[in-house]
């Protein structure tokens, strides 16, 4: 099994921006590809998916405006374009493969990147 690469987390001040990116991406399952995230002493929670066929995708409250999921140029990649950025964005960033709705929440049913972090500084 081909292990899932993230990249593109960073340091960056409050406001601004980065890119994610997560390789290689394998949209033949049919479930949507995403990112979660999970701070240090909190629970991993879901950020963004993207449904590999349709294009169609869904965010987390906390980022609906700001986020912005797309599958990227190269081959089986996606990325997370992540603007204006806050200090609570701050967090590992993990792409997974196999998101679904369930029990209340959307979970990764499929296999997880090592993370790339991210610290948004205020």
């Known amino acids: 099994q081909v292990p899932l690469v993230e990249s593109g987390g960073g340091l960056v001040q409050a406001g601004g921006s980065l890119t994610l990116s997560c390789a290689p991406g394998?949209?033949?399952?049919?479930?949507?590809m995403g990112w979660f995230r999970q701070a240090p002493g909190k629970q991993r929670e879901f950020v963004a998916a993207?449904?590999?066929?349709?294009?169609?995708?869904v965010y987390a409250d906390s980022v609906k405006g700001r986020f912005s999921i797309s599958r990227g140029n190269a081959r089986n990649t996606f990325l997370l374009q992540m603007n204006s950025l806050r200090p609570e964005d701050s967090a590992v960033y993990y792409c997974?493969?196999?998101?679904?709705?369930?029990?209340?929440?959307?979970?990764?049913?499929?296999?997880w990147g090592q993370g790339t972090q991210v610290t948004v500084s205020s």
């Open positions: 997974a493969t196999q998101i679904k709705y369930y029990e209340g929440a959307y979970r990764n049913f499929g296999s």
């Open positions: 394998r949209g033949g399952n049919g479930y949507p």
């Open positions: 993207v449904h590999w066929s349709s294009n169609s995708t």
